[in-house]
């Protein structure tokens, strides 16, 4: 395959067939049956760009251009990474998980982040950073109530083709060992999984008992073989099918710049919150307000803010926090950007985010 921009989904303009009409209009009853239409929006904090497994093929690491431009050492730093747990607990979004590739650091860093990230967002978090061991299981779980797994697909013959490198198996264990602990795992729609196929998917769900989904719309990266996304009338069939299979399922659903328009169907297809909407870059910009404004158009009480910048002393936050000083001057260093930012939307409409 070779790219085509233009085939990239550009959500203006959504063409929802009958049987989706029907299948949304079934999700979105048994939603109000079991869930008070309090809604959130998910926020993924990123600790590195670097995977040692770096083959799956729709992933940016797999791309030649990520290879050159990002060596071993990408990692985030520890104020930038602080400073977006803080954004969570002040703007109430909720951490979806903290995640980066396989192989990013030693644990021991690992765990320093981790144990701030908790500490900054006052409540334990959810990890995504592959198969744990059970050691560091029990290390991490003063700060952990839930562990994510992105399995991507778990149609057997696909998984193997998309993630050589990343079997189901190790995860499969994983989860069926894992105790006290939230499971959740996170799918991508669009890499080549029929309808049918997601009886794969719902076996796993029903097999590890999992409290929550994250479901992601193929976002194609230039220089993979992915050229095109899921259309929405896919992406909300896979979300109304799974919400008519799990009553009481979390399931949270991923959105980007050029996807929000879809947000609303989002909603009616029974997700409990939205993910992967660029937040921090388009705070307070038309789309911050758009996706909004249609996740209220459907009657759900949006309990986070994408565009309402409260007046507090930023400083005086940090210094308030449970951590090291040197933690408290590492957010504060990385503050300004964020606030200008924040303070000053710009209206772009071509997402630059990658992952
Ligand atoms: S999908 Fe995950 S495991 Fe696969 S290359 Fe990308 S970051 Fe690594």
């Given at each position: 395959?070779?790219?085509?921009?233009?085939?990239?989904?550009?959500?203006?303009?959504?063409?929802?067939?009958?049987?989706?009409?029907?299948?949304?209009?079934?999700?979105?009853?048994?939603?109000?049956?079991?869930?008070?239409?309090?809604?959130?929006?998910?926020?993924?904090?990123?600790i590195s760009w670097y995977?040692?497994?770096?083959?799956?093929?729709?992933?940016?690491?797999?791309?030649?251009?990520?290879?050159?431009?990002?060596?071993?050492?990408?990692?985030?730093?520890?104020?930038?990474?602080?400073?977006?747990?803080?954004?969570?607990?002040?703007?109430?979004?909720?951490?979806?998980?903290?995640?980066?590739?396989?192989?990013?650091?030693?644990?021991?860093?690992?765990?320093?982040?981790?144990?701030?990230?908790?500490?900054?967002?006052?409540?334990?978090?959810?990890?995504?950073?592959?198969?744990?061991?059970?050691?560091?299981?029990?290390?991490?779980?003063?700060?952990?109530?839930?562990?994510?797994?992105?399995?991507?697909?778990?149609?057997?013959?696909?998984?193997?083709?998309?993630?050589?490198?990343?079997?189901?198996?190790?995860?499969?264990?994983?989860?069926?060992?894992?105790?006290?602990?939230?499971?959740?795992?996170?799918?991508?729609?669009?890499?080549?999984?029929?309808?049918?196929?997601?009886?794969?998917?719902?076996?796993?769900?029903?097999?590890?008992?999992?409290?929550?989904?994250?479901?992601?719309?193929?976002?194609?990266?230039?220089?993979?073989?992915?050229?095109?996304?899921?259309?929405?009338?896919?992406?909300v069939q896979w979300l109304?099918?799974?919400?008519?299979?799990?009553?009481?399922?979390?399931?949270?659903?991923?959105?980007?710049?050029?996807?929000?328009?879809?947000?609303?169907?989002?909603?009616?297809?029974?997700?409990?919150?939205?993910?992967?909407?660029?937040?921090?870059?388009?705070?307070?910009?038309?789309?911050?307000?758009?996706?909004?404004?249609?996740?209220?158009?459907?009657?759900?009480?949006?309990?986070?803010?994408?565009?309402?910048?409260?007046?507090i002393d930023w400083n005086?936050?940090?210094?308030?926090?449970?951590?090291?000083?040197?933690?408290?001057?590492?957010?504060?260093?990385?503050?300004?950007?964020?606030?200008?930012?924040?303070?000053?939307?710009?209206?772009?409409?071509?997402?630059?985010?990658?992952?």
């Amino acid at each position: 395959m070779s790219y085509n921009p233009n085939k990239f989904i550009h959500v203006n303009d959504i063409t929802i067939q009958e049987e989706t009409k029907e299948l949304l209009t079934q999700a979105e009853s048994i939603y109000w049956q079991n869930f008070n239409g309090k809604t959130w929006y998910g926020r993924c904090i990123f600790i590195s760009w670097y995977c040692s497994v770096g083959d799956c093929k729709f992933c940016f690491r797999s791309t030649q251009k990520h290879k050159i431009q990002h060596p071993e050492h990408s990692k985030r730093s520890i104020g930038s990474i602080l400073l977006e747990a803080l954004f969570c607990k002040v703007f109430n979004w909720r951490i979806e998980f903290l995640t980066g590739g396989y192989g990013i650091m030693p644990f021991p860093q690992l765990f320093e982040i981790i144990k701030n990230v908790s500490l900054v967002y006052g409540e334990k978090i959810w990890l995504n950073l592959g198969v744990i061991s059970n050691d560091h299981v029990e290390e991490i779980r003063p700060y952990v109530k839930g562990i994510c797994s992105s399995m991507e697909t778990l149609t057997p013959e696909l998984h193997k083709y998309v993630c050589p490198n990343k079997p189901i198996e190790p995860y499969d264990t994983m989860f069926s060992h894992l105790e006290g602990f939230q499971k959740s795992i996170a799918i991508i729609v669009g890499l080549g999984d029929t309808v049918e196929d997601m009886k794969y998917l719902f076996d796993f769900i029903t097999k590890h008992n999992l409290d929550r989904i994250t479901v992601y719309a193929l976002k194609p990266v230039l220089g993979t073989e992915y050229t095109e996304g899921p259309s929405p009338d896919e992406f909300v069939q896979w979300l109304a099918r799974l919400r008519i299979q799990f009553p009481k399922l979390e399931i949270i659903a991923g959105t980007n710049l050029r996807r929000s328009e879809e947000c609303g169907y989002l909603m009616k297809a029974g997700a409990n919150a939205m993910t992967k909407f660029p937040a921090t870059k388009q705070f307070a910009t038309k789309k911050a307000k758009l996706v909004e404004k249609l996740i209220q158009k459907e009657k759900r009480d949006f309990i986070s803010t994408l565009s309402v910048l409260p007046e507090i002393d930023w400083n005086n936050k940090i210094d308030e926090l449970p951590i090291e000083q040197q933690y408290k001057d590492a957010m504060k260093d990385k503050l300004a950007p964020y606030l200008e930012k924040f303070q000053n939307p710009v209206d772009i409409d071509t997402d630059t985010t990658v992952f």
